[in-house]
């Protein structure tokens, strides 16, 4: 990461590290096998035949409680949604905006979603229905609150036994109420904070996230949401609390979107072509040879992706469910590690129950939140190696040294190509062939045309004649060696000499004629 800051040490006015997206799951560990149900139910006299009563009834107490919460709260009962699809924290910011509510409950929702529970299903052993696990879709109960710690949050409550919960909070509104709290001015869209006032403050505030109790901080929600917990289950029992899914995002403030917009396109060529199979492996810390590839026994899926996002185009590589991510919004430019299967991370901790003064040893890591300290140091090191590698992007080589070859005639397979001349008529081509959206799949005759059908001198020629022209311009970038065929495919990619040499290009392009004189001299 410092590389990259000090790469760009001029733009740049600070750097924020900290906790996105972060989703707790909790459940009752002894009420997870249909064993144990078993004798839960013997224990409260519950018979098999009467367990689908007995947990309609709890249902019907646990909205009760939920709805006149709502009420008492935010005025309105609980609100039905026709369907699972429609994003619910989007009618909850639009209520909250409508109502002005600036803290507190935002409102409650109910909806069928996907969920486990148990049923009474005949057992032909044994002669009687017997309690069994199964997936079902159940009615679920969606807490909205802009919590005057915790910032904009969510609680969805499982109605069905055995009561699943999940909360979803956000390390940085999290942050934006810990500035407001202590009057530090600053600029937020959404989740990207565009500037602060005391950078170093904001920081520690990120940094304070991972000293919090998180089973404390879960559990105390119970009484707002699940009031009816001791009386349907007992005082006994009690919720696991895991980290489901962790977002962890290294921020670098621009000065300007200019600034950083002017940066994008190269940024991305560069991250697409340096993110081979083996550099992403080692982005996510899977395990490689001491060459440096990948095991044969390795059964890692890695998958990149370029999308659409806001404004601009967000890059991601995957592996399996773990993925890091750069796109850039305003004048912030974001890499984001996503967790979902921490267990492919391996971490030196001890393990469960053992005594504190024996060494540690080096075992997966876990969802649990004892293990948060562990996954944060884990997705910045992730985000680090990814950023090292963008830092990279800089070449010290002359652009005279650098284009003296492609502006000579080439000679490929006995055969001449003429001279390329970059800023002349092979410049409207050249920065087609740079386009982001062609780094992962590459492009196609066809593609060019369409770009160029309508512009320049492909508006005076026919399709068929653009299509011979495209044809030629082809052969003549794989002499140079600026693209390359994909095999056994009519596609081609820009290859990394390709990629420099369009970066170089958009660059010139972009610099103001005092800036060009001025690293002349």
């Known amino acids: 990461m410092k590389n990259l800051i000090e790469r760009f040490s001029g733009l740049v006015k600070s750097s924020l590290s900290g906790f996105d997206r972060i989703v707790f799951k909790g459940f009752i560990l002894p009420l997870m096998s249909a064993g144990e149900v078993l004798r839960f139910c013997r224990n409260r006299g519950i018979l098999n035949k009467d367990y689908k009563s007995w947990m309609m009834t709890q249902t019907k107490d646990i909205i009760g409680h939920a709805d006149q919460y709502a009420k008492d709260n935010c005025g309105d009962g609980i609100i039905a949604l026709p369907t699972w699809r429609i994003r619910k924290e989007t009618v909850a910011h639009e209520r909250q905006q409508q109502k002005q509510m600036t803290s507190g409950l935002i409102g409650v929702w109910s909806c069928l979603e996907a969920g486990s529970s148990y049923r009474a299903r005949y057992c032909a052993a044994t002669g009687y229905p017997q309690l069994q696990n199964y997936q079902t879709r159940c009615n679920h109960l969606c807490f909205y609150f802009d919590d005057p710690e915790l910032g904009f949050m969510n609680i969805r409550l499982q109605t069905w036994f055995p009561y699943h919960l999940q909360v979803c909070l956000n390390g940085l509104e999290w942050l934006r109420r810990s500035l407001e709290q202590e009057g530090i001015a600053f600029q937020v869209k959404g989740n990207k904070f565009l500037h602060i006032g005391d950078y170093e403050k904001a920081q520690q505030f990120l940094d304070r996230q991972l000293d919090v109790r998180f089973a404390e901080r879960m559990n105390s929600f119970l009484p707002a949401v699940f009031p009816a917990m001791p009386d349907i289950l007992g005082p006994y029992f009690s919720y696991y609390w895991t980290l489901w899914q962790s977002e962890w995002a290294t921020d670098l403030i621009f000065t300007s979107p200019d600034k950083l917009a002017g940066?994008?396109?190269?940024?991305?060529?560069?991250?697409?072509?340096?993110?081979?199979?083996?550099?992403?492996?080692?982005?996510?810390?899977?395990?490689?040879?001491?060459?440096?590839?990948?095991?044969?026994?390795?059964?890692?899926?890695?998958?990149?992706?370029?999308?659409?996002?806001?404004?601009?185009?967000?890059?991601?590589?995957?592996?399996?469910?773990?993925?890091?991510?750069?796109?850039?919004?305003?004048?912030?430019?974001?890499?984001?590690?996503?967790?979902?299967?921490?267990?492919?991370?391996?971490?030196?901790?001890?393990?469960?129950?053992?005594?504190?003064?024996?060494?540690?040893?080096?075992?997966?890591?876990?969802?649990?939140?004892?293990?948060?300290?562990?996954?944060?140091?884990?997705?910045?090191?992730?985000?680090?190696?990814?950023?090292?590698?963008?830092?990279?992007?800089?070449?010290?080589?002359?652009?005279?040294?650098?284009?003296?070859?492609?502006?000579?005639?080439?000679?490929?397979?006995?055969?001449?190509?003429?001279?390329?001349?970059?800023?002349?008529?092979?410049?409207?081509?050249?920065?087609?062939?740079?386009?982001?959206?062609?780094?992962?799949?590459?492009?196609?005759?066809?593609?060019?045309?369409?770009?160029?059908?309508?512009?320049?001198?492909?508006?005076?020629?026919?399709?068929?004649?653009?299509?011979?022209?495209?044809s030629r311009f082809l052969r003549l970038l794989r002499a140079h060696g600026i693209i390359r065929k994909i095999p056994r495919q009519n596609r081609y990619q820009v290859t990394t000499k390709g990629v420099k040499l369009t970066n170089m290009l958009n660059a010139f392009l972009a610099a103001s004629t005092e800036n060009l004189l001025k690293m002349a001299a």
């Open 263 to 470: 940066l994008m396109d190269s940024l991305l060529h560069h991250a697409h072509i340096t993110g081979t199979s083996t550099a992403v492996l080692r982005y996510l810390d899977r395990p490689l040879t001491q060459a440096g590839n990948p095991y044969q026994r390795s059964t890692d899926e890695v998958v990149t992706r370029m999308t659409g996002f806001n404004d601009g185009i967000r890059l991601r590589h995957w592996v399996d469910q773990n993925s890091v991510k750069l796109y850039n919004e305003q004048n912030v430019l974001r890499v984001e590690t996503t967790i979902n299967d921490p267990g492919k991370f391996r971490v030196f901790r001890h393990k469960q129950g053992q005594p504190e003064q024996e060494p540690k040893q080096r075992l997966p890591l876990r969802k649990g939140v004892a293990d948060i300290p562990l996954r944060a140091a884990v997705s910045q090191q992730v985000n680090n190696r990814f950023m090292e590698d963008l830092a990279t992007l800089q070449d010290a080589t002359p652009v005279r040294d650098f284009i003296s070859d492609m502006t000579k005639p080439a000679v490929k397979a006995g055969r001449r190509f003429r001279a390329l001349d970059p800023t002349g008529k092979d410049l409207e081509i050249l920065q087609a062939i740079s386009r982001p959206s062609f780094r992962i799949s590459g492009f196609t005759n066809k593609m060019l045309r369409e770009l160029l059908s309508g512009t320049g001198s492909g508006a005076r020629q026919t399709d068929k004649q653009l299509s011979a022209r495209i």
